[in-house]
């Protein structure tokens, strides 16, 4: 299937499946959006292909802490933090420090719950991904 850019400004174009992951996880469809950027992943072989596993691992990170998997989303969360580790603070318009922060957050979360409770999901606290028209970055 041949998917189609979409322009958000003058000097950037990016994947509809990449802009559709976005809105998809907004409307907590973590699955759903795993699913559209794993398609994207596998057809990327450039300095995107880490962010977009990072972002993958995110998504299934939420899935698990929605569904009361702890270990599930504790997994995920480490392993988000690694794969972005190496991006900028904001790369594909995306601020990766939010993203970051939001780990951080749900992490702690997890380490100061009794392992025996389930760790209350507060959609508020789960990050609005949005893309920035400005800046874009490389790793």
């Not at 794993?38 to 880490?50: A, G, H, N, V």
């Not at 990050?127 to 970055?137: E, Q, R, Y």
Request: glycine letters at 4%; one cysteine or more; a negative charge.
């Amino acid at each position: 299937m041949e998917h189609s850019p979409r322009r958000l400004d003058q000097t950037h174009e990016y994947d509809e499946r990449y802009l559709e992951y976005f809105d998809l996880f907004n409307e907590r469809y973590f699955y759903d959006c795993h699913e559209v950027l794993e398609d994207l992943w596998l057809d990327t072989f450039e300095s995107s292909r880490k962010f977009y596993q990072g972002l993958i691992h995110l998504a299934t990170a939420f899935q698990h802490l929605f569904r009361g998997n702890r270990a599930g989303s504790e997994q995920r969360f480490l392993s988000t933090l690694e794969y972005l580790r190496h991006y900028p603070h904001v790369f594909e318009g995306l601020d990766l420090e939010a993203v970051r922060a939001s780990i951080h957050y749900w992490l702690e979360q997890l380490r100061v719950s009794s392992p025996e409770t389930r760790v209350i999901y507060c959609d508020a606290m789960v990050p609005k991904l949005s893309v920035s028209k400005a800046v874009f970055g490389a790793p």
